[in-house]
Every structure is written in structure tokens, then in C-alpha cells.
């Protein structure tokens, strides 16, 4: 939902969609110590996609240059902050990139591409 939310409404949407509502589940489930780190992981996720998304009068190569720009960011700091702030150590925080965040910004970024293009196509939104 980050990934199609920035590219239907743009980087405000993506980041607040993909911020609060990614942390907000975190504390649903039971990872409420996780929320700041996904609030701003996802936030920037959906802003970064969000602002890509649009360049060019919002092309698909854009799109899958915001979605691959937005997804390195999450990544990156899911990274970071694993082995900063929640001090887990670079393997373990190596093996939760690779085994859990790139997969999802793989899965996430082709069924968020595919639903914009086709609610866009449905709708007739504006590229």
C-alpha cells in the first residue's frame, strides 16, 4: 500500500500512508518498540517513490525509479537502525535485509506498480 499510494496521490500520501499507518501496525501486532524506526523508514519510503513517481509527467520508468529510490531508502534504514539503535549486529540486521526487506520492496513495488496502472487505467487518472 505504500508503493500504490505514492504513485496514485503522490509523496504526501505515500509518506503519511507509509509512515503512519506502516507503525501503527507495528504496534498492533506487538512490535510497538519498531514503530519510530518504521514511521520514518516507511515515511520516506512513500515520499521519496512519491516524488520520483513524478518526474517526467509520472512515465513508468519514473515509477520504477521511485519505487527502486524509495525502496533502497526503507531499506537502508531498516539497516541502519538495527544495528545502531536496536544494536542487533551487522549480521543479523545483513540477514533481515535480505531476507525480509528486499523481498518486500520486491513484492510491494511489482503489486504496487500493477494496481496503480490498472486503478489509473480504470479511472482515468493522469500519469
Same mark, same amino acid.
Given at each position: ?40 523508514? *516507511? ?15 509520472? *512515465? *513508468? ?67
Amino acid at each position: 500500500m505504500v508503493f500504490f499510494s505514492a504513485l496514485i496521490f503522490g509523496w504526501r500520501a505515500g509518506a503519511i500512508c507509509g509512515g503512519v499507518g506502516s507503525a501503527i501496525a507495528d504496534v498492533i501486532i506487538g512490535y510497538g518498540y519498531f514503530a519510530p524506526i518504521t514511521l520514518t523508514a *516507511k515515511g520516506v519510503e512513500g515520499l521519496v517513490t512519491g516524488t520520483i513517481a513524478r518526474l517526467n509527467g509520472g *512515465k *513508468k520508468w519514473s515509477s520504477v525509479l521511485g519505487i527502486f529510490c524509495g525502496g533502497s531508502c526503507m531499506v537502508s534504514i531498516y539497516f541502519l537502525a538495527e544495528v545502531i539503535i536496536l544494536d542487533t549486529g551487522i549480521g543479523y540486521a545483513l540477514s533481515e535485509m535480505l531476507t525480509v526487506n528486499i523481498p518486500q520492496v520486491a513484492i510491494g513495488g511489482t503489486l504496487g506498480f500493477v494496481l496503480a496502472h490498472y486503478v489509473r487505467k480504470s479511472i482515468r487518472l493522469p500519469k
